[in-house]
DNA sequence: GGCGGTTACTTTTGCGCATAAGTTGTACGC
DNA sequence: GCGTACAACTTATGCGCAAAAGTAACCGCC
C-alpha cells in the first residue's frame, strides 16, 4: 500500500501537494505538476488509508445497518427473504454516495451502541428495534438515525421514521374483503404493537366503517417461536370455521397458516380465504397465490438511506415518511356475495 | 468521545498506563493503578476510536463480505431467502471473534477490491463470485480469502472454498429418485458451472450407475431473467410429459416449476415428481411440501468466517471444505414402482 | 520601488492510539 | 554497599493523512 508520502518522494515534492491534487483543490496547484501527480497515481493506484483520513478529518464514512436480531427461528428476523432485499437497497444506495455500510445484527442494544461509537459511525440506520430500544439509543447518540417500521418514535426530534402507511394497507384489504361478502373476518399476528398494531388497526377502521362488530376474539394470537408454533397453529386452525377469512399481519404467517391449513383438509380459498401483506416471493409462488397489501422492500431501503444522507448533509427530514402500499388481488380470496 | 489522553490527564498518569491497562498487559501496571484505571474507564464509558487504533497498528479488524449481485431479479442472489441466513452466520461469528463486517453488493469486482484497499480489511469472503472473477481477486489481494460455493479455485494456494459436496447430494438425491421407480429424470439449471456443474455431475453419475442413459436433452435451462422466465417456464412444462422426474438445482427453481405447473393442470407429485436442493422456507412451506436435499446455510456461514479467522490467526486450512447434505423426504416424488 | 495580492508551493502540526525506549525506585544477593 | 534485576512507571515516536500556517517568487500598480 503506498501512502502519500511515498509518492511525494518520489515525485520530489511535498504530500500537500499531492493530496491537494488527490481533493481536487484547484487553484492550489499548477496544471502541470497536477498532471503530474494524477499519472504517477493512476500507474501505482493509489487508494488512501482510510483509517488515517478518518483520523484525521474526525469521520468515518459509515453507516451502520443495525438489525435486531430475535432469539428464534420463527421470530428471526433475519429469515424473511424480505430482508435481504431491503439490505441490498440500502447498500447500493449509500454505496453511490461514498459510503460504506457496516452491519451488526444482534439483539443487544447496548452491544450495537458501542460498535457504533467505536467506529465513529456518520449515521445509523435502525430496523426491527422494539419502542423503547430505539429510544434509549437516542439518548447515547447525538448523530442522525433513521428508523425503520418504527412507530414509537413519534415526537422525538432527531428521529426519521421510514415506514409504510400500514394503517390505510390494512384498511384497503379488510375493505376488499368485506367488498367479496365477507364479515366474520380474523386477524392473525403475533403482537400488538408497532406495525402489528398500525394494520390491527386499520382492519378494525374498516370494520367499524361497514358497520361490523370487532371482538377480541378475531384477534388470533400466532406464536412463532420453534416450541409454540405447531400447537399455535393448530388451535388456529380449529376455529377456522369460526371465520370466512383470516388477514394475516404478513405473507410469511398467510402461508405458514396455509401449509396448516392444508394439512388439515381445509381449503383455501373454499372453505376459507387468507391474505397477507407485503408481497414477497412466499405468497407469490404459493398456489393459490396470495392475495396480499404491497410494499416496495427495495424503495424503503433506499428511501431509508437517501433519508439519513440527507441528515448527514445537514437538511432537515420529516419525522415520518410513510411510503405507499396498494392491493394485489391473486386467489386466496373467495367472493361469497352469491351465497 | 473520551481519548486516553484526556484520561490519562484526568488520573494523573501516563497514556502509556492506561493503554496497558486497556490491553490487560498485567505485570506493567500495578493492582491499585489498574483497578483505579479500570474504574475510570467504566465510569467514563470508554470506547477505543478504531481508525487510531488501526493507524497504529495497521489492522482493521474488518472482515469484508462481498456478494456479487447480479443485475435481475431472479437471477440477483440476494433475492434467495437464505442469503440473509449466510449473512446472519458469518455476522454472528466474527463479532464474536471481534471484528467487523463489512458488507459490499456489488456485480463489479474492480469496485469490491478498492473498497477492500482503502479500508485494509484483515480478510475476505467471496460470495456469488464466478470463476475468473475469484481469481483475479487473488492476484491483486494477498491477505486472506474465504470463497463460498466457488468451484474453480482448486489449486490456488491462498484460498480456501468452503461448499458443499454438492456432487454427493445431487448423487444421493438422483438415486433416491431411481429407487422410486424414475427412468426418466430431467435436470433443471440455468447455467453448467460451478455449483451446478457440480450438482449435475452427481446427477449423471447416479443415471450411470444404475445404467440410465444421460440425453442432452434431459437437461432442462432455466432462463431467469424477468423476460425470459415466462418463456422458458412455459417451453419446460409443456415438456413435462416426456419426464417422470425433474431435479431442479435448487429450491427457489423447484417452487417456482411447481408453480408453473400447477398453472398448467400438472400435478405434483401424481403427473411429474419434482425435488429440489437447498432445503429453504420455500420448499418448507409449498403444500405438497418439497422433497430436497439439506444443506445447513448457516453452518456454511459459521464455517466460512470460522475458516478465514484461523487464516488470520495463522492457521493453514484446507483448500476445499466441503459440507455434508442430507435427503429431506417430504411429498412431490410419487413411488412409480408399482405400475 | 515598496507594497498588497496572488500563485504555487513547503513545513509543521495534530488526529488517538500503540509501543519502543528510557527512567525511577526498590528489593535482593553476596 | 554495590551491582543486578525487576516492577512500575513516563517520554518519545510514528502510523497516514488533512489542513493550518509559513515561504518564496512574481506581478502589477500608484
Chains 1, 2 share one sequence.
Not at 430482508?83 to 449509500?94: F, N, P, Q, R
Not at 422525538?156 to 394503517?167: A, I, P, Q, R, S
Not at 371465520?243 to 381445509?266: H, K, N, P, Q, W
Amino acid at each position: 500500500m503506498i501512502t502519500i508520502k511515498e509518492i511525494a518522494k518520489q515525485l520530489n515534492m511535498s504530500t500537500t501537494t499531492v493530496s491537494n491534487v488527490i481533493h481536487g483543490k484547484a487553484g492550489e496547484v499548477s496544471p502541470d505538476t497536477r498532471k503530474k501527480v494524477e499519472e504517477f497515481l493512476k500507474k501505482v493506484d493509489y487508494v488512501p488509508n482510510i483509517n488515517a483520513r478518518n483520523l484525521a478529518q474526525n469521520e468515518s464514512k459509515i453507516i451502520g445497518l443495525a438489525l435486531k436480531a430475535r432469539a428464534d427461528k420463527y421470530e428471526n428476523l433475519i429469515m424473511d427473504p424480505f430482508v435481504s432485499v431491503l439490505i441490498g437497497g440500502v447498500e447500493e444506495t449509500i454505496r453511490n454516495a461514498g459510503y460504506f455500510m457496516m452491519l451488526y445484527i444482534s439483539s443487544d442494544i447496548g452491544e450495537i451502541m458501542r460498535h457504533v461509537s467505536t467506529w465513529n459511525v456518520d449515521g445509523l440506520i435502525l430496523f426491527g428495534m422494539l419502542d423503547d430500544d430505539g429510544i434509549r439509543v437516542s439518548e447515547k447518540y447525538k448523530k442522525p438515525i433513521v428508523c425503520i417500521d418504527t412507530y414509537s418514535i413519534e415526537g422525538l426530534k432527531h428521529f426519521t421514521n421510514v415506514g409504510l402507511d400500514d394503517e390505510q394497507g390494512a384498511y384497503d384489504m379488510a375493505s376488499y374483503l368485506i367488498s367479496q361478502g365477507h364479515r366474520k373476518i380474523a386477524f392473525l399476528s403475533d403482537n400488538t404493537k408497532g406495525v402489528d398494531l398500525a394494520r390491527l388497526n386499520g382492519y378494525k377502521k374498516a370494520l367499524q366503517d361497514n358497520k361490523i362488530k370487532f371482538k377480541s376474539s378475531d384477534f388470533l394470537q400466532i406464536r412463532p417461536r420453534t416450541e409454540d408454533i405447531e400447537a399455535s397453529l393448530e388451535e388456529i386452525c380449529s376455529r377456522a370455521k369460526e371465520f370466512t377469512a383470516i388477514m394475516c399481519v404478513s405473507d410469511l404467517y398467510a402461508v405458514t397458516l396455509m401449509a396448516a391449513l392444508e394439512d388439515r383438509g381445509i381449503s383455501v380459498p373454499e372453505d376459507i380465504s387468507i391474505v397477507g401483506f407485503d408481497d414477497n416471493m412466499l405468497g407469490q409462488l404459493h398456489r393459490p397465490a396470495l392475495t396480499t397489501v404491497h410494499q416496495d422492500v427495495k424503495s424503503k431501503g433506499i428511501t431509508s438511506a437517501d433519508t439519513l444522507l440527507k441528515q448527514l448533509s445537514g437538511k432537515k427530514t420529516p419525522n415520518q415518511i410513510k411510503l405507499p402500499t396498494h392491493l394485489v388481488i391473486r386467489n386466496t380470496v373467495r367472493n361469497i356475495n352469491k351465497n
